[in-house]
């Protein structure tokens, strides 16, 4: 009799354990939401800033997420707030550096603080978030017989990890502007498959010193750029 | 004295099975519990399925493109076989954004829940989005 009711006893705590893990899960998985959101706003911001937007488009949009997400929960309060990192090299969270040393990168920073209490639970959660596109432009170029033999090596990565283009623009400087290399005879361009590509391609460029200018956009939109010397072979 | 045993003895018995019925039909009604935790997996379920599409921004993207037919095939393959879904997107002004349904069902079934979800998009113009996601066990 006594085990019985001692295994009905255990069988109803089982029940409640089940239900609690659950609802554990979801939390998890509700903040997690929360934390993949503010991620995808500030990759889209960045998209936004390195293509002609603004620096404030950044703020505008973190406080417009931070707004609907308060709007969301009924059951209790629930806020979001966002600091925009402003430590060197960082203005406003936005770092971006397209260099003439072969090295261009662009970035955006902001910590967060949510803070979720109702009845049941109380969640104070800071996490950041950092989207950093980072390009290498490296070129060298030999000339044989009156022709130059330019070669382009480009790399992208997405926060420290390869990453795919969507779209890469080679340009070289003759004669003082700037020319798709593309239009050149020759071009070619090959894709690794690992964030790697190169290109090559033949130009009259009298000058002794070759320029070169990557222009990638990645595929989360966001435009990175660096030139760089051309080193002859 | 000792008849007046035996029947102690009787009652002590019928009490016995007394409580050992009472203890099945206890246990009998117990199931009503697992439902509730049924229905909170399935909650469980269905976020986790919204954020397997959120995590590279695919979610946002088949929305803005409104390719409500991906969408149906992507929570398709996401959700487990027997589950009836019904899916609803609002824009920021909870104003409905999708011109068909995104179901596989007419009829949700038994123990529905709905699972409210916010994303934004990794587009250039970020847009917000909140998805309501119903759910039921199709039998």
Same mark, same amino acid.
């Given at each position: 009799m006594a085990s019985l009711l001692v295994s009905a006893q255990i069988y109803i705590v089982d029940i409640g354990k089940i239900a609690f893990d659950t609802d554990s899960d979801s939390l998890r998985d509700f903040i997690l939401s929360i934390e993949l959101g503010s991620r995808h706003v500030i990759a889209g911001s960045l998209a936004n800033i390195t293509n =002609? =937007? =603004?620096? /404030?488009v950044l703020a505008v949009n973190l406080q417009r997420w931070s707004s609907v997400l308060s709007r969301q929960y009924f059951f209790g309060k629930n806020t979001l707030n966002y600091a925009l990192r402003e430590i060197s090299p960082y203005t406003s969270g936005i770092w971006i550096d397209w260099g003439t040393n072969g090295i261009g990168i662009s970035s955006a920073y902001s910590s967060f603080t949510y803070k979720l209490s109702d009845r049941e639970t109380e969640v104070d959660q800071t996490y950041f978030e950092n989207i950093t596109t980072i390009l290498t432009v490296e070129s060298s170029y030999h000339t044989q017989g009156g022709n130059t033999k330019v070669n382009v090596t480009v790399s992208l990565l997405n926060e420290d990890k390869p990453a795919l283009a969507n779209q890469i623009l080679i340009y070289y400087r003759a004669a003082g502007n700037w020319r798709i &290399?593309? &239009? &050149? /005879?020759?071009y070619e361009m090959t894709d690794y498959g690992n964030g790697t590509y190169t290109a090559s391609f033949d130009a009259d460029i009298p000058s002794p010193t070759i320029e070169v200018s990557g222009r990638v956009i990645d595929q989360r939109q966001i435009l990175v750029q660096a030139n760089v010397t051309s080193v002859q072979i | 004295m000792f008849d007046q045993k035996g029947q102690i003895r009787i009652i002590e018995a019928f009490l016995s099975i007394a409580v050992v019925f009472s203890a099945i039909l206890v246990s009998a009604n117990l199931p009503s519990s697992p439902n509730l935790s049924r229905q909170q997996s399935l909650a469980s379920i269905g976020t986790q399925a919204l954020v397997e599409l959120d995590v590279d921004g695919t979610l946002a993207n088949l929305i803005v493109q409104q390719d409500w037919a991906a969408m149906k095939q992507a929570l398709d393959v996401m959700l487990p076989l027997g589950v009836s879904f019904n899916l609803t997107v609002f824009n920021e002004e909870m104003q409905?954004?999708?011109?068909?349904f995104i179901q596989n069902s007419n009829v949700l079934g038994r123990e529905a829940v709905s699972v409210q979800y916010v994303l934004a998009s990794q587009t250039p113009s970020v847009e917000f989005l909140v998805l309501r996601l119903q759910l039921g066990w199709a039998n």
């Amino acid at each position: 009799m006594a085990s019985l009711l001692v295994s009905a006893q255990i069988y109803i705590v089982d029940i409640g354990k089940i239900a609690f893990d659950t609802d554990s899960d979801s939390l998890r998985d509700f903040i997690l939401s929360i934390e993949l959101g503010s991620r995808h706003v500030i990759a889209g911001s960045l998209a936004n800033i390195t293509n =002609g =937007g =603004g620096t /404030s488009v950044l703020a505008v949009n973190l406080q417009r997420w931070s707004s609907v997400l308060s709007r969301q929960y009924f059951f209790g309060k629930n806020t979001l707030n966002y600091a925009l990192r402003e430590i060197s090299p960082y203005t406003s969270g936005i770092w971006i550096d397209w260099g003439t040393n072969g090295i261009g990168i662009s970035s955006a920073y902001s910590s967060f603080t949510y803070k979720l209490s109702d009845r049941e639970t109380e969640v104070d959660q800071t996490y950041f978030e950092n989207i950093t596109t980072i390009l290498t432009v490296e070129s060298s170029y030999h000339t044989q017989g009156g022709n130059t033999k330019v070669n382009v090596t480009v790399s992208l990565l997405n926060e420290d990890k390869p990453a795919l283009a969507n779209q890469i623009l080679i340009y070289y400087r003759a004669a003082g502007n700037w020319r798709i &290399a593309e &239009a &050149a /005879s020759n071009y070619e361009m090959t894709d690794y498959g690992n964030g790697t590509y190169t290109a090559s391609f033949d130009a009259d460029i009298p000058s002794p010193t070759i320029e070169v200018s990557g222009r990638v956009i990645d595929q989360r939109q966001i435009l990175v750029q660096a030139n760089v010397t051309s080193v002859q072979i | 004295m000792f008849d007046q045993k035996g029947q102690i003895r009787i009652i002590e018995a019928f009490l016995s099975i007394a409580v050992v019925f009472s203890a099945i039909l206890v246990s009998a009604n117990l199931p009503s519990s697992p439902n509730l935790s049924r229905q909170q997996s399935l909650a469980s379920i269905g976020t986790q399925a919204l954020v397997e599409l959120d995590v590279d921004g695919t979610l946002a993207n088949l929305i803005v493109q409104q390719d409500w037919a991906a969408m149906k095939q992507a929570l398709d393959v996401m959700l487990p076989l027997g589950v009836s879904f019904n899916l609803t997107v609002f824009n920021e002004e909870m104003q409905q954004v999708n011109s068909q349904f995104i179901q596989n069902s007419n009829v949700l079934g038994r123990e529905a829940v709905s699972v409210q979800y916010v994303l934004a998009s990794q587009t250039p113009s970020v847009e917000f989005l909140v998805l309501r996601l119903q759910l039921g066990w199709a039998n």
